[in-house]
C-alpha cells in the first residue's frame, strides 16, 4: 500500500532552521514527482514547493523561493524539505503529496516562535 511518512518538525527561533523528511513506501518513488504543501489553522492549504521524479527540476512558491530548498534521495525514497531563515508566518502543518498518486501523508507541525 502507499504510504508516506513525515518527519522533522518541532518549535524553531525565528530565522532558523529545518530539515523536514518524507518517507514513501509501496511505490517506486523514482516515477514520480513530489510536492510539498502546508497549511496553518484557518487557513488555505498551500504548495510550497515540488520535484520531479529524479529531481532535475524543482519549483517553489514566492513566499518560500530563497529561503527552502527541495531535494530528493530515491535509494532511500525519501523528499526533503531544507527550510532556513524562518519567519513566524512558516507556521503550518506541512504535508507530503504524490500528486500522480492523489497521496498524502499525515503531516509534522512546524511552529516559528520566539
Known amino acids: 500500500q502507499v504510504q508516506l511518512v513525515e518527519s522533522g518538525g518541532g518549535l524553531v527561533q525565528p530565522g532558523g532552521s529545518l530539515r523536514l523528511s518524507c518517507v514513501a513506501s509501496?511505490?517506486?518513488?523514482?516515477?514520480?514527482?513530489m510536492t510539498w504543501y502546508r497549511q496553518a489553522p484557518g487557513k488555505e492549504r498551500e504548495l510550497v514547493a515540488g520535484?520531479?521524479?529524479?529531481?532535475?527540476?524543482?519549483g517553489y512558491a514566492e513566499f518560500v523561493k530563497g529561503r527552502f530548498t527541495i531535494s530528493r534521495d530515491n535509494a532511500n525514497q525519501t523528499v526533503y524539505l531544507q527550510m532556513n531563515s524562518l519567519k513566524p508566518e512558516d507556521t503550518a502543518v506541512y504535508y507530503c503529496?504524490?500528486?500522480?498518486?492523489?497521496?498524502w501523508g499525515q503531516g509534522t507541525q512546524v511552529t516559528v516562535s520566539s
Open positions: 503529496y504524490v500528486p500522480s498518486l492523489r497521496s
Open positions: 509501496g511505490f517506486t518513488a523514482n516515477n514520480y514527482g
Open positions: 520535484i520531479s521524479s529524479i529531481g532535475r527540476n524543482t
